[in-house]
């Protein structure tokens, strides 16, 4: 099955993917920071059993087996959380063949439940995340209060358990420097912007992700609809931003574009940092229909996880010294382009 970020629509909008969050937990064990690792083991077990016998095709993946670059693929690929990738506690993966849903065990919480879908497609997200929920919940009892909802770790994500977000890629907003006007104006909102990986996380190549701060005293349906209309918002205030950059003929945002077109596909050395803001540039002239040199292989957002340092040295099996990446990841984007 085709995976998300293999859509080959996915570099017609600035809007790059939709990604809902569950976090739960089961009621009979602790929480996670008070969890022993014998009843975290077990709970691991049962949690397996109980989506497998609810009829979910999911495959388990033994994470404390995994080597460093393939855990780090995992978190490059947001299939795993970066608190996920550090934890040294026992843990458990549940993930869909095509990457679009997985199943986290024993991270902040019990369980994170997270759905991802290409592009605007947010209620199928939801969807998605809400259909495997159930079937956890008919075979094990959640930690629940009538007055709160759905306790969790931290009491920022108590109530619906729900993070929804948006990846968006918002070069226009950041070259110009409106972002930094944008992200407390949203925050009146309960939105925040966060970088490439979640909380904590830096933006790579203009990638961001919008979500909702706020989990409790609002339904589901309410959270979703004013992530979507504040996403919106700031959509239309990249696309008009980037007509204005591109308004000039020969603008410099143009001459940017295919100088980013020139180097990544003919460069011989190349770091992670540079590459993603090359990247960056060539998807901007695809959205804005500027760039008419033909497009890559595979979208630009998969190049782009493909690119970093774990899933890079994952696809041309070996481990590289930082030179040795720089050329790989170099001959990786003269091969797609």
Avoid at 10 to 33: E, G, H
Avoid at 227 to 234: A, E, P
Wanted: proline share 4%; aromatic share 8%; glycine share 6%.
């Amino acid at each position: 099955m085709s995976k998300w970020y293999e859509d080959p629509h996915s570099d017609d909008t600035p809007i790059i993917s939709s990604r809902v969050r569950l976090a739960r937990n089961i009621k009979k064990y602790p929480f996670p920071i008070k969890l022993r690792e014998k009843d975290a083991t077990k709970m691991i077990s049962e949690m397996y059993e109980a989506v497998e016998r609810g009829g979910a095709v999911f495959s388990r993946l033994n994470i404390e087996a995994t080597d460093a670059a393939e855990a780090r693929s995992l978190l490059e690929r947001h299939i795993i959380s970066p608190e996920f990738f550090k934890s040294k506690n026992k843990k458990g993966l549940l993930l869909y063949e095509n990457e679009s849903a997985g199943v986290m065990l024993n991270e902040e919480d019990h369980i994170r439940i997270q759905a991802v879908c290409p592009g605007e497609s947010m209620d199928d997200a939801w969807s998605l995340a809400d259909k495997i929920d159930n079937l956890i919940e008919e075979q094990q009892e959640y930690a629940f209060d009538k007055d709160f909802g759905y306790l969790t770790s931290c009491p920022t994500n108590t109530g619906t358990g729900l993070r929804a977000s948006y990846m968006v890629h918002l070069p226009a907003l950041e070259i110009s420097g409106q972002l930094k006007n944008i992200i407390p104006a949203i925050a009146k909102f309960g939105m925040t912007v966060r970088g490439i990986y979640g909380e904590g996380s830096d933006s790579l190549g203009c990638v961001y992700q919008i979500s909702n701060q706020v989990t409790i005293g609002q339904s589901e349906h309410d959270i979703i609809n004013a992530l979507k209309n504040v996403t919106r918002q700031v959509i239309e205030r990249e696309k008009t931003q980037a007509k204005k950059m591109f308004s000039e003929k020969n603008s410099e945002a143009e001459d940017r574009v295919y100088r980013a077109y020139g180097i990544a596909s003919q460069a011989r050395r190349m770091n992670s940092k540079e590459a993603m803001q090359l990247l960056s540039d060539i998807r901007m002239g695809f959205v804005n229909d500027i760039c008419k040199l033909p497009k890559p292989r595979l979208t630009i957002y998969n190049l782009m996880m493909n690119i970093q340092p774990g899933t890079l040295q994952k696809l041309c099996g070996k481990a590289f010294s930082g030179h040795e990446r720089d050329a790989a990841r170099a001959e990786y984007l003269r091969s797609n382009f």
